[in-house]
């Protein structure tokens, strides 16, 4: 008896994360395979070759993992071709998943798409989340060299140009990129944000009590012009603090994270009372941080006189993945 075809496969090599994935039609993750790429201690991240080349060592690795089972109900191959759904957007680390994609839909006689990075991260996060997607809405996508606020319109309702717009978000580096270099400045393995947010957790515990007596930060504010921002003024007062040793780092690192929710959460009150849009979606690796999802609900708890909705996807979704490339494509073949 042939076996169904329903499942997807999706592939997406990003800047740090070769991943692959399986999604069924009830859009279920049944597969989720990632390998880190391996950035030398010290360093700061990697050059697209060696990246590049990197995904080409790991695919075979993933694919061994989930095809042997498989392959048989693959019925679409789905790949994360560029960074943005947009003219002229291009990073040559996609060009391994788009290959051996290609070489797969052929091998198995199915269809074969290709979507953005972007597209997949908000696919990722959003397909748990109660939010409703036949409304605009706006999206925080948080990633490693990626800080930019999103309005996204409806499937369907615009050219697929226009359905994903910035409207936001830092000018210079991102989030992840600001935690990365001070993390690397501590000494920590990039990426540095899971141990920075482990540290940030703890120090909190140990000195909010003080620090909300005080009612101040350790650092400036950050300049911002409309819905758009400047990091890399941030960066450099809280690497000269580090250098300084004057102030304990584990004190740095929970006022670095303060500031990171306090911009996001004046930027996005801002641009939910102009847009009128209240629904908000936050997705990427930083927003992974249990640090930011904790102080965010706070922040919401005690600030939210606008009433906006706000979803963080699941975690496990939220950093770099194949999943919601995966669900995209099976949404041709499903629906």
Request: charged share 25%; proline share 4%; with cysteine.
């Amino acid at each position: 008896m042939q076996k169904t075809k329903d499942l997807v496969l999706g592939i997406d090599t990003s800047n740090y994360t070769t991943s692959v994935a399986l999604a069924d039609p009830y859009r279920n993750a049944i597969r989720d395979e990632r390998i880190l790429l391996t950035v030398k201690q010290g360093e700061r991240g990697l050059r697209q070759s060696n990246a590049l080349f990197q995904h080409q060592e790991n695919l075979p690795k993933l694919l061994h993992r989930v095809l042997p089972e498989y392959r048989d109900r693959i019925g679409a191959v789905s790949v994360s071709s560029r960074p943005r759904p947009v003219e002229g957007s291009y990073m040559p680390v996609f060009l391994a998943g788009c290959q051996t994609g290609k070489i797969l839909a052929d091998a198995f006689g199915v269809p074969y798409f290709e979507f953005s990075h972007q597209e997949g991260h908000l696919k990722a996060a959003s397909f748990t989340t109660g939010l409703t997607w036949n409304e605009p809405y706006l999206a925080w996508h948080l990633s490693g060299g990626t800080c930019e606020l999103l309005l996204v319109r409806p499937e369907h309702s615009c050219p697929e140009e226009e359905r994903i717009t910035i409207i936001g978000g830092s000018l210079d580096i991102s989030f992840g990129q600001l935690l990365d270099r001070f993390g690397v400045a501590m000494e920590l393995q990039f990426p540095c944000g899971k141990a920075l947010d482990q540290m940030a957790l703890a120090a909190r515990d140990h000195w909010k009590e003080e620090r909300s007596l005080k009612k101040e930060s350790l650092f400036k504010p950050v300049s911002r012009k409309g819905f758009e921002f400047n990091l890399s003024g941030l960066e450099t007062q809280s690497l000269r603090a580090l250098e300084s040793e004057a102030i304990a780092p584990e004190l740095l690192v929970y006022d670095l994270f303060e500031e990171i929710c306090r911009i996001l959460h004046k930027v996005t009150t801002k641009a939910v009372e102009e847009t009128k849009v209240s629904q908000v979606l936050f997705t990427g690796g930083v927003s992974a941080s249990l640090y930011v999802r904790d102080r965010w609900t706070e922040l919401q708890n005690k600030k939210n006189a606008l009433k906006f909705k706000s979803v963080f996807g699941d975690p496990v979704h939220s950093s770099d993945n194949a999943v919601g490339t995966a669900i995209l494509g099976g949404e041709r073949i499903w629906d």
